[in-house]
């Protein structure tokens, strides 16, 4: 019996198309493709990003209950549109959070991204919530 192999790849048009080609590099959703073998499922890492996280969390509320400040917000507000960052800097440092903030504003809006400190055994930082609130048009 005669097979004809056909010498071009054949790609699937939608996902319901199958291919009878005898090459597994052209088997769409055959037999064929390697099943992927995955490492072991380790939580240590995600585990410590979730307390981290939940740090940042405490002080994000921190922040927002001196930003519900009217003579706090503005403070901030006329530093920042006299683009005095660092009048806003040390205005965000006098309430004393534990973690580092780094702020951005324009005159539309007002971004804090707060940001954990640098564990020794993590290299980079693992979390970061940013904060982004409106406050022109």
């Not at 080609?21 to 499922?41: D, W």
Request: hydrophobic fraction near 25%.
């Amino acid at each position: 019996m005669y097979y004809y192999q056909n010498p071009y790849p054949v790609y699937p048009s939608h996902p319901g198309y199958q291919d009878f080609s005898p090459y597994p590099y052209q088997q769409a959703y055959g037999p064929y493709q390697p099943y992927r073998q995955y490492p072991p499922v380790n939580t240590e890492t995600f585990t410590k990003s979730i307390k981290s996280f939940r740090l940042l969390m405490e002080q994000g509320s921190i922040l927002l209950d001196h930003l519900g400040n009217q003579d706090f917000d503005t403070k901030i507000m006329e530093a920042a549109q006299q683009g005095n960052k660092t009048e806003v800097d040390r205005l965000i440092k006098s309430i004393g959070l534990k973690v580092p903030v780094n702020t951005k504003f324009t005159p539309t809006g007002i971004t804090f991204e707060l940001t954990t400190n640098p564990d020794p055994n993590i290299p980079a930082n693992c979390c970061t919530l940013s904060v982004h609130m409106k406050w022109g048009n």
